[in-house]
């Protein structure tokens, strides 16, 4: 039996579950506040279906947004990503391109692919949702600061859940 899609599903709630219970409640003066279930979107398989991506980041973004009380925000950042995921992978792709067997892990694919591949994932995720959060331009840099503050502390910790969480 093909335990992918098992884990794929513990993947999708483990990273709402962690995002709800403790991600939600981290929050620095305003500026940082780290969104860790975009690893979703990070860690699905190469081959995964684009279809399946994106009604996955439907669900997860209307689920977020019901606990967080954001109407759509949330939704509107994961069906993005979901929907450029490809065409990020393919900007980044290695010479050879993607062993589907390989999963897009710092473990298989090298440090350095992984910080490119998740820096851009959380930064376009975090554009998109604190400027559709502002639903203006007028604190356009007190804006792209959240966006940089929160895409760090993000980004550091799906970096650290590859050595913990999700080694070989």
């Known amino acids: 039996m093909n335990k992918r899609p ?3 599903v513990i993947l999708f709630i483990t990273v709402i579950l962690l995002q709800v219970l403790i991600f939600n ?3 620095f003066s305003g500026f940082i506040n780290p969104f860790i279930y ?3 979107f990070l860690l ?3 081959d995964f279906s684009r279809s399946l991506l994106l009604i996955s980041g439907l669900s997860m973004g209307l689920i977020i947004d019901l606990f967080l009380g954001t109407p759509g925000i949330h939704t509107s950042a994961t069906v993005f990503i979901a929907f450029i995921r490809n065409e990020v992978l393919k900007v980044i792709a290695p010479h050879g391109g993607y062993e ?3 999963l897009p892990r710092i473990s298989y694919m090298g440090f350095e692919w992984f910080f490119k591949y998740a820096l851009l994932m959380v930064i376009i995720h975090h554009l998109i949702l604190f400027y559709f959060e502002a ?3 007028v604190n356009f840099f ?3 600061l959240k966006v940089f503050l929160s895409s760090a502390f993000s980004l550091a910790f799906i970096i650290i859940s ?3 969480v999700f080694r070989k």
């Open 142 to 144: 007190h804006t792209l």
């Open 162 to 164: 590859q050595y913990f």
């Open 44 to 46: 699905v398989p190469f």
């Open 6 to 8: 098992v884990e794929i």
């Open 100 to 102: 589907l067997n390989v």
């Open 38 to 40: 975009v690893l979703f």
């Open 135 to 137: 639903l203006s331009f």
């Open 25 to 27: 409640n981290i929050q």
